[in-house]
């Protein structure tokens, strides 16, 4: 499905609106969840610490100067016995240097469990000042003991009084907030499907008249002038269909014009052709006599005997040549296949044309091809023909087969072709030099040839040849034309000139 291509523009869409819901959402839940984080931790803690403090002040100031072990573990206890949430460490001194510690619960609270730098700070005496009334302050620090996280906080009493610590675990905290990430979590899943969903429909909305628009430009572009897009609303795809159908029916009316005006030519010239052969014929009946007669001639008339002679001939193939493009036009040209030994055939070219001295022919007897014999005849009279008048003897001609294929070769030893000639060679009426428009060929011949090959399925290249001169290559299918070709017989239709073709 092309939906699944990343080419798709709907995959694009999807994927687009998924990176942007989710970087939304991810986001959102990040800043919440951290924001919340904070806010539960902050009122743990200060809640805890505000209790602890307030009990230092009710119950541990109330210890004698001199505190005995068992003073502090009383005061510990009586400290945590409202106060489950929490463990209590009392330290005092008995004598200077020499402390004593009493806890709430030794099992789990030891002064091992404090910090360094907490405890540091926590004796750390402040000078008092305007600004700073209490010369200790309560302090905080957050730990972990194996996998649970801790707070630990701790203060002084005033006056020579013990040192307190706090020891507060922040499980339940910790589980509370992997809830809440959970919860953010399946929110953002959500919203990513959710974002999905609507990228989905989204891109359904916008593709759908963008897929009937690339539909209507398949069929307009295969042919098909009468496409029309359904125009609905005023959004821009809606001016986007307007002005496709605008431009179709522009093209439409275009193509219409083009085709009646190339029918009326391609018309005129079979009329005309037609129309000329009557008096090409009683012109060459004329010429012929003429031509009989041109020893007897005055030789002051002779020459130019001998010129409408040449020029009526010339007229004559020209003419012939124009009608066999516009059966090829029309549709009309037919072929009429036959097993042909295609040496034999290519032997019998060259000899009716009188070119054995001039060409090499390098064909095995019994190669046997399905064609039609008179087209291929066509093909090679106009090529050798080419090779012979602007090309250099000899000029070889080679045959083999490539596995379904016919390969003709047909090379000659001249200068070659020019680079900017060869994509032209098998135009119609295209002439090389400009210089000479006035050139023996009607400049018809290749594409004739071409327009041969064509109709049998194969095809005609032209290539220079890296040690001089230039080859043309006719590839045909062995067998005839392919199975979907469509191959009528015609046997009534008129010889094609014979005549070599002008890639001058």
């Keep these: 499905m092309s939906g699944l291509r990343w080419s798709s523009l709907r995959l694009r869409l999807v994927v687009v609106f998924g990176a942007v819901a989710l970087t939304a959402a991810v986001s959102a839940s990040g800043i919440a969840y951290w924001l919340n984080r904070e806010a539960v931790l902050t009122r743990t803690q200060e809640s805890a610490l505000k209790d602890f403090k307030q009990e230092m002040q009710n119950r541990a100031a109330e210890l004698p100067l001199r505190p005995s072990e068992s003073d502090l573990q009383t005061a510990a206890e009586q400290m945590t016995v409202d106060n489950a949430g929490y463990s209590v460490l009392l330290i005092g001194e008995r004598d200077r240097g020499k ?86 979590g399946i929110a953002t899943a959500l919203a990513l499907i959710g974002s999905a969903l609507l990228a989905q429909a989204a891109a359904t909305t916008v593709l759908k008249p963008v897929q009937r628009l690339g539909e209507a430009a398949r069929q307009l572009g295969e042919g098909e002038f009468g496409t029309r897009l359904r125009v609905s609303g005023t959004d821009e795809l809606a001016e986007l269909s307007r002005t496709f159908n605008n431009a179709a029916e522009s093209l ?144 070889r001609v080679a045959v083999r087969t490539e596995g379904a294929e016919l390969i003709i070769e047909v090379r000659d030893h001249g200068p070659g072709i020019p680079e900017e000639v060869l994509p032209h060679v098998f135009d119609r009426f295209y002439k090389a030099s400009a210089s000479r428009p006035r050139s023996e060929g009607s400049g018809l011949g290749l594409s004739i040839a071409m327009e041969n090959a064509h109709i049998h399925g194969g095809d005609i290249t032209a290539a220079n040849v890296p040690d001089g001169g230039a080859m043309f290559v006719l590839r045909l299918p062995h067998d005839g034309r392919p199975e979907d070709a469509d191959v009528d017989v015609d046997a009534d239709e008129p010889n094609a000139p014979r005549e070599g073709g002008d890639a001058s």
């Design 252 to 395: 439409q009316k275009k193509v219409e014009d083009m085709s009646a005006r190339e029918e009326s030519s391609r018309r005129f010239v079979a009329d005309m052709s037609h129309e000329l052969r009557t008096p090409l014929t009683a012109l060459t009946a004329v010429t012929e006599v003429l031509e009989d007669e041109a020893d007897s001639l005055d030789p002051m008339i002779a020459p130019a005997v001998t010129l409408v002679v040449s020029e009526t001939r010339r007229l004559n193939v020209l003419v012939e040549n124009l009608m066999e493009v516009t059966r090829f036009d029309a549709g009309t040209a037919r072929l009429v296949l036959d097993d042909v030994d295609v040496a034999d055939q290519l032997t019998a070219c060259i000899d009716a044309r009188a070119w054995l001295d001039a060409v090499d022919l390098d064909a095995e007897r019994g190669i046997m091809a399905r064609l039609d014999p008179r087209r291929l005849d066509v093909i090679m009279a106009n090529l050798i023909g080419n090779a012979l008048k602007h090309g250099g003897s000899p000029v």
């Design 99 to 184: 402390p004593i510690v009493g806890a709430s619960d030794p099992d789990r609270f030891t002064l091992d469990d404090v910090p360094e730098s907490l405890q540091a700070a926590v004796n750390s005496r402040q000078q008092v000042t305007a600004a700073n009334k209490h010369a200790y302050h309560v302090f905080w620090q957050r730990t972990e003991r194996g996998s649970t996280p801790y707070l630990v906080g701790g203060t002084r009493v005033i006056g020579g009084g013990p040192t307190g610590y706090l020891f507060k675990s922040l499980d339940q905290e910790r589980a509370d907030l992997n809830s809440l990430a959970w919860s953010l």
